[in-house]
């Protein structure tokens, strides 16, 4: 079978034995897998990353303890827990500081066309669900995660900064939630994806000072942080999406004065975006950018690195 | 009467005209007043300060619309509210943006022998609080505020970072509440003074990576920031009370990837505070490094800016 194959940033293919299945596991079969900004990062040697990567995927269960999964279309969440600490038993395995987690640390990932998870990691994917929208539950329960860390009142408006994937998606479902979304955005094609989910679009605008409860921000830039924290009231909250690398230059003062809550936000709970995607709640169409076979994975990494592209899919 | 002037960071004492009390408000005749780490701060030219300075205070009622206030002993919220904006209708007036704040941005401070407040500002003494300890209301509501923020499980582990004035007021509150508090500082006869309070003191030591799930950075320097960040369990929170000026380096990764929370904490409600004192449940004793008569006001800030100094306090 083909495998992609991370080493010291360089991405190759290669023909690699069939994994075995662990018990508890199911053997799956790729379908479609999407390349994260975390690919990229792993490729730039951030986690000092070496072997298979890819978390977002759609895959057929071909073995498994559990006859009835055999044959069934899955998504899967990405950590591996441990089941038995005390993040795990609070239903946080996300945080588990035993787990090994799919294509990122520990685990051998989706860029191959036979791979392993844990049965319990796995959700069906209803036949009303395509490929192309099921291969997002991934980044759609990342973006799910702010609605369980943050209560936000329904209407209520919010700011999202960034039109990028991620920025995308977040003002996506925070409007099928039912927020009331601004989006802040360089890219007039982009933000236009939104416009199916009634997303106000703000083209090279600087939000005003102080205007908004909410702001999330998913602009993967050093400065986006210094623009929500402006953006946002006394007593506001500030969702960090994005992982930027390295030292980010933060005034504290006003976070202090103005009494600013700021929320780290990371991988979310499949549970709450499989319902979302099941009811085609999600305008996702436009989101992806290219596809390409596994064979091809280079070119695609390199098309997926470059400015302005959205979701690379994978297919085997 | 002799009022204590800030101007371009000189500060000078002169003969002034008593103030004229305007409609609702009280006159105060100055008893004690303390020096502030923000006294310091207008003084190096942060917000364009220039007058009075001078927040933290007690003082007698000497005229007052409500004739039952006049005669006594007074503490005094320091920000001045409109009253009528949704921040004010919400209680939270100290984020009014028409208000002003004694001593700090449009309103004449207490570093003088006679000044205004809005009666609806003032608290009064119980004959059981000494002076000394009254004089401490405004920080130790600055340090309630946290309670006000977030919730705390009763004897939670809290870790307290700095030794300075804040951090160990900090600590004594959060120790009153009934928290488990470890404070963090490298000065052991300061560390000390927590020690009437159960707070378990650790000198010069790092604090074990996510080790708390409650942090409180008072160090007042910009490394702070990073070492709470690293001190907080995934889900923890951070309470920022440290005002540092200018830029600070900060990795946001951390914060994302563990999905902490840090939260702007600022001024609080004497409300809370006053019971405490009331109480005697906050060991206040050695907080004050030395005393000055206002006319030696230039010599008091000069005292107050040396490194290791506590309270420094004025008299009339």
């Known amino acids: 079978m083909l495998a992609v ?67 069934r279309r899955v998504v899967g969440e990405i950590n591996l827990e441990c089941g038995e600490c005390s993040w795990c038993r609070r239903g946080l395995g996300r945080h588990c500081p035993h787990r090994t987690t799919l294509g990122i640390a520990g685990w051998p990932g989706a860029f191959q066309e036979y791979f392993t998870l844990p049965e319990r990691n796995l959700h069906l994917v209803p036949d009303s669900v395509s490929d192309e929208d099921a291969v997002f539950a991934e980044p759609v329960a990342a ?92 007593r506001g909250t500030v969702i960090l999406k994005s992982t930027v690398h390295g030292s980010v230059a933060l005034d504290a003062a006003p976070i202090v004065v103005n009494e600013i809550t700021l929320v780290g936000s990371r991988c979310g709970r499949f549970a709450a975006a499989m319902p979302l995607l099941s009811a085609h709640a999600i305008p996702l169409a436009g989101m992806v950018s290219a596809r390409y076979p596994l064979a091809q994975a280079a070119h695609a990494f390199e098309h997926a690195a470059r400015r302005g592209t959205l979701k690379v899919l994978l297919l085997p």
Do not use: W
């Open 5 to 71: 194959s991370l080493n010291d940033g360089v991405v190759t293919v290669a023909e690699a034995p069939r994994p075995s299945r662990p018990h508890g596991h199911a053997l799956l079969h790729l379908r479609m897998a999407g390349i994260c900004n975390t690919d990229l990062e792993l490729q730039r040697g951030y986690y000092g990353f070496s072997g298979v990567p890819g978390h977002e995927f759609v895959a057929d269960v071909v073995e498994a303890d559990t006859a009835e999964l055999v044959g």
């Open 143 to 234: 973006a799910c995660e702010i609605l369980d860390q943050v209560e936000i009142p329904l209407a209520e408006p919010v700011a999202v900064l960034g039109d990028g994937k991620l920025g995308l998606l977040v003002a996506l479902v925070l409007a099928g939630h039912g927020c009331r979304v601004e989006l802040f955005g360089h890219h007039e094609a982009k933000l236009a994806l939104t416009a199916p989910a009634g997303v106000i679009r703000h083209l090279n605008e600087e939000g005003a000072p102080a205007s908004f409860d909410f702001v999330v921000e998913a602009t993967g830039s050093a400065e986006g942080l210094m623009q929500a924290v402006r953006m946002t009231r006394p």
